[in-house]
């Protein structure tokens, strides 16, 4: 199916669809921004949806930068160090992937707006669209995420990730009857999904 200005598939508690979406579609060199919580399976989403199109899409996570770079250094040299360089490097990639023309699925931390309103700017000047993906699930859920993979997030910027997170499930919220007002700037789509929904989801796809 084709998202909705704003789409709430969660399954949680309150208004839910009536039916499970197991396919989400986006026309063809669009973006989609997969955001949420650390732990929240952004990652596992990403890999098992979006699988059987690797070679049409392109799909981007920090974290396959900063494994190169733990592998290419000490085991005694903490994150922390080489973080700025992860970052940059990260970075760069979106840059290249965005003026490719390509397909894109990003994994977004969440935490930094303005790459969402870079990508929404790159993907408008090659006449696309920025959609957002946001993987809503409670904080110790997404806890519990981490301890699960054995890369935990310090409290102060796992705060700092709620707190941008919940202001863009707010923004979706709001976005519903509001013609999409509260969405991010540039953004096209948001679908909301927690746990459950995700585990529906079979298929991110791009053109039909």
């Known amino acids: ?69 733990e592998r290419r250094l000490p085991r005694w040299v903490p994150y922390l160090v080489y973080r700025p360089v992860v970052r940059v490097a990260h970075y760069c990639r979106l840059l290249r992937a965005a003026r490719s023309g390509l397909s894109l699925v990003v994994h977004d931390c969440g935490s930094v707006p303005w790459v969402r309103s870079g990508l929404a700017r790159l993907a408008r000047r090659r006449g696309r669209g920025m959609h957002l993906l946001v993987l809503d699930v409670p904080p110790e859920v997404a806890v519990e995420g981490q301890r699960a993979r054995g890369r935990r997030v310090s409290d102060h910027a796992f705060a700092r990730h709620r707190r941008a997170c919940q202001r863009l499930v707010e923004g979706a919220v709001r976005a519903v009857g509001a013609a999409g007002s509260a ?19 079979r298929r991110i796809s791009f053109g039909g």
């Open 1 to 69: 199916m084709w998202p909705d200005r704003v789409l709430d598939l969660r399954r949680g508690p309150g208004p839910h669809p009536t039916r499970a979406v197991r396919a989400l579609c986006y026309p063809v060199g669009d973006v989609v921004v997969v955001s949420g919580l650390p732990g929240s399976g952004k990652s596992t989403l990403i890999d098992r949806t979006v699988a059987g199109a690797r070679g049409t899409v392109r799909c981007l996570d920090s974290q396959e930068v900063r494994e190169r770079w």
């Open 183 to 201: 969405l991010p700037p540039g953004c096209v789509s948001a679908v909301l999904i927690d746990r459950p929904a995700a585990r529906e989801l």
